[in-house]
């Protein structure tokens, strides 16, 4: 008989715990949807769904498209310690030239990718000011 008591008394606590916990996430956990999150779209190496990244025609789209709340760009360093806009290490990926950005001054550099890497100036000119830049 006290056993039963017991095991009663054990299922009544129980039941307890969870009608609490089920109260507790129905009213005071905040409900999250993740399907209604807003979100922030950014020009990847600019527009480099339409154009080669990290090219002058790349950052030009992006700024003129509303979508891109801002762009994003990666730089570089030629041996001659020009600051140039270039995701890669090398050229080999885009410009099938398997050679190290970092061993290369920046007239060389000009010459093997038909002057399409720019300079962190030049990018800065056209977008500074007009997008956050990440």
């Given at each position: 008989?006290?056993?039963?008591?017991?095991?009663?008394?054990?299922?009544?606590?129980?039941?307890?715990?969870?009608?609490?916990?089920?109260?507790?996430?129905?009213?005071?956990?905040?409900?999250?949807?993740?399907y209604q999150?807003?979100?922030?779209l950014?020009?990847?190496?600019?527009?480099?769904?339409?154009?080669?990244?990290?090219?002058?025609?790349?950052?030009?789209?992006?700024?003129?498209?509303?979508?891109y709340?801002?762009?994003?760009?990666?730089?570089g360093?030629?041996?001659?310690?020009?600051?140039?806009?270039?995701?890669?290490d090398?050229?080999?990926?885009?410009?099938g030239?398997?050679?190290?950005?970092?061993?290369?001054?920046?007239?060389?550099?000009?010459?093997?990718?038909?002057?399409?890497?720019?300079?962190?100036?030049?990018?800065?000119?056209?977008v500074a000011?007009?997008?956050?830049?990440?």
């Open positions: 008989m006290r056993l039963k008591r017991g095991l009663i008394i054990g299922l009544v606590l129980v039941l307890i715990i969870l009608v609490i916990y089920l109260l507790y996430y129905l009213f005071v956990v905040p409900k999250t949807n993740f999150q807003s979100y922030l950014g020009a990847h190496r600019g527009d480099s769904k339409n154009y080669l990244e990290n090219t002058i025609p790349a950052f030009e789209s992006a700024l003129v498209q509303e979508k709340k801002f762009i994003e760009f990666d730089v360093y030629t041996k001659d310690k020009k600051i140039i806009i270039s995701h890669d090398s050229l080999s990926r885009l410009f030239q398997d050679k190290k950005i970092s061993d290369l001054n920046y007239d060389e550099v000009v010459i093997l990718t038909n002057n399409t890497i720019p300079t962190y100036e030049e990018v800065m000119k056209i000011g007009k997008n956050p830049l990440l």
